[in-house]
C-alpha cells in the first residue's frame, strides 16, 4: 500500500484531524497511531517540508533522564536511511538498532525486546532500503568480505529463495530479506506474547533512496495486524 493512502487511511478510521496527528506527544501511542504518525512523517521527510520535532534543547532535558519511545526501528547501517531522518521525529521517539542488512540476530532481536518490553514501545518497524549493499552482497554468489560475512551469511539463504521472481532481483531480495526480519522477530517468544495480545506491532517497510518514501511491506500477517486500539 502507497504510504500517501495508507497514512489516509489511518487518519481516518481513527478519526483524527492531520494535525492534531502532527502536534500529537507520540510516547504512549496505539501500534496503529504511532505508525500513521511515522508515515506521516515520512511524507513531510519525502516532500521536503521536514518539521525536524522534538529537537530542541527543552526536548533534550526533558528525556534526559526518561526515555519513552513510541517505536522501535530495526534498520539497516547505511548512512542514507537515517530513521529520524526519514520519518521526521526527535529526540526519544524512536529506540533504533542499525546493522548492516537489518538482519536478526541474537543481541539486536535483545534491543528490540527491550523497547517493547521495559520501555513500553508499542510498534516496531524492520527498514530495508532500495539499493542495499548488504543484500547485494547476498546476491553475489562471490565471497564478501571477511568482516561482513557473517551479514551476509545471515541473509543468503532469504535472498537465493527470491530469485526468479518476476520483478528486479535486488528490490525482490530486499523485500524478501525484510519478510524474514518480521517473522524472525514474531517467532521470539516476548515479542510473539506481545504482538498476540496486540500491544505490540510488528510490520517491515521498504525505503526508495529516490522518492524518499516508505511503503509497508506485506502488512497483512495475523501477529502483525493490530486491533484498532485507541490511546
Ligand atoms: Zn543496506
Not at 560475512?149 to 543468503?156: G, K, Q, T, Y
Amino acid at each position: 500500500m502507497r504510504v500517501g493512502k495508507m497514512v489516509l487511511v489511518a487518519i481516518v478510521a481513527l478519526g483524527m484531524a492531520p494535525a492534531a496527528l502532527v502536534a500529537a506527544e507520540p510516547a504512549g501511542l496505539s501500534p496503529a497511531l504511532a505508525l500513521a504518525h511515522l508515515l506521516e512523517g515520512n511524507q513531510r521527510f519525502a516532500q521536503g517540508t521536514p518539521q525536524s520535532p522534538r529537537r530542541s534543547v527543552e526536548r533534550r532535558l526533558e528525556v534526559a533522564h526518561h526515555q519513552a519511545p513510541f517505536a522501535a526501528v530495526l534498520c539497516c547501517a547505511d548512512s542514507r536511511v537515517a530513521p529520524e531522518l526519514i520519518f521526521d521525529q526527535g529526540l526519544g521517539d524512536l529506540f533504533v538498532v542499525r546493522v548492516a542488512g537489518n538482519i536478526e540476530q541474537e543481541d539486536l532481536a535483545a534491543s528490540v525486546k527491550y523497547a517493547v518490553h521495559h520501555l513500553h514501545a508499542r510498534l516496531v518497524v524492520v527498514v530495508g532500503h532500495q539499493r542495499c549493499g548488504a543484500v547485494t552482497a547476498a546476491l553475489d554468489d562471490n565471497e564478501a568480505p571477511y568482516y561482513v560475512e557473517h551479514v551476509v551469511r545471515s541473509i543468503r539463504p532469504v535472498v537465493r529463495e527470491s530469485r526468479g521472481q518476476p520483478g528486479d532481483p535486488l528490490v525482490n531480495a530486499v523485500h524478501a530479506n525484510i519478510r524474514s526480519v518480521v517473522q524472525r522477530l514474531l517467532d521470539r517468544p516476548l515479542i510473539h506474547l506481545l504482538a498476540k495480545a496486540g500491544k505490540v506491532r510488528v510490520v517491515g517497510a521498504y525505503y526508495d533512496m529516490d522518492s524518499g518514501l516508505v511503503d509497508l511491506v506485506d502488512d497483512d500477517s495475523p501477529h502483525a495486524r493490530a486491533p484498532r486500539e485507541e490511546r
